[in-house]
């Protein structure tokens, strides 16, 4: 019910941006990268669940798949209003699909057999949210924002104009084999002496995830999405180009 009445909200024109980050938790390459835990909860083969989960973990992959399904309905609810004449834009951001894991991470994880890690970058109902609307699909670096000490790959859907400037536009692509081929280059940049200390896997001596701080936008990214959402409110909505609507 709580979802219906934002989706209503965002078809009439209540908001003019929606910022969606749905957890990637469960999404993640790292639940494969160690034994550690949390054990992973989906794969490609079954995006929105492993057969045979335990209660828990089966609650894990519903949830993750909840807040999933719940953005699409947004994307496509901002779209529609968009195309009623409502100023409303959209951006979602998740971790990029770098397609299949190496044969060390297969030993460290068995379940996951072929290698080929589950990502919401490769569901069409993702693909087609936008509809005929213009968008982008970008992939970035986090470290290409100040002070961030962590490459995190990461990709955003958007139908910002200047979204294209966080990186590398285009789907991600494969090989034959499954392993990623793009956008993104092979590293960051980040080699030698200013290689990224930032653990990514494991935990960490207090026994909490190494990703756990990783959770929030460092703040340059957090100031590049700031920056063009007020410039392209300011271009269509505030010149006049777009309704009048009751905002929240």
């Known amino acids: 019910t709580?979802?219906?009445?934002?989706?209503?909200?965002?078809?009439?024109?209540?908001y003019h941006m929606c910022i969606l980050s749905p957890p990637c938790g469960t999404w993640s390459r790292a639940n494969w990268s160690n034994q550690a835990g949390p054990q992973p909860c989906r794969s490609r083969e079954h995006v929105w669940g492993l057969p045979g989960l335990l209660r828990p973990q089966q609650k894990r992959a519903d949830n993750g798949n909840e807040f999933?399904?719940?953005?699409?309905?947004?994307?496509?609810?901002?779209?529609?209003?968009?195309?009623?004449?409502?100023?409303?834009?959209?951006?979602?951001?998740?971790?990029?699909?770098?397609?299949?894991?190496?044969?060390k991470h297969l030993q460290k994880q068995p379940l996951l057999k072929d290698g080929l890690v589950a990502s919401i970058w490769m569901l069409e109902d993702i693909r087609t949210a936008h509809g005929n609307s213009v968008f982008w699909s970008v992939a970035g670096y986090?470290?290409?924002?100040?002070?961030?000490?962590?490459?995190?790959?990461?990709?955003?859907?958007s139908d910002l104009e200047g979204a294209v400037d966080f990186g590398y536009k285009g789907w991600p692509t494969f090989d034959a084999a499954g392993f990623y081929t793009g956008?993104?280059?092979?590293?960051?940049?980040?080699t030698g002496a200013n290689r990224h200390k930032q653990k990514m896997i494991g935990r960490n001596k207090m026994g909490g995830f190494n990703t756990a701080p990783t959770a929030a936008y460092p703040p340059?990214?957090?100031?590049?999405?700031?920056?063009?959402?007020?410039?392209?409110?300011?271009?269509?909505?505030?010149?006049?180009?777009?309704?009048?609507?009751?905002t929240r």
């Open 2 to 14: 709580r979802q219906d009445d934002f989706i209503r909200a965002v078809e009439e024109g209540e």
């Open 142 to 157: 986090q470290c290409q924002f100040p002070d961030c000490d962590r490459a995190k790959p990461t990709r955003i859907l």
């Open 220 to 246: 340059g990214m957090c100031y590049f999405f700031a920056k063009i959402i007020f410039q392209n409110w300011v271009k269509y909505f505030v010149s006049g180009k777009y309704r009048r609507q009751i």
């Open 68 to 103: 999933v399904h719940f953005s699409i309905r947004v994307i496509r609810a901002a779209a529609a209003a968009r195309l009623r004449g409502f100023y409303v834009r959209s951006l979602l951001e998740h971790p990029e699909d770098l397609g299949r894991v190496t044969a």
């Open 183 to 190: 956008p993104l280059p092979d590293n960051c940049g980040h």
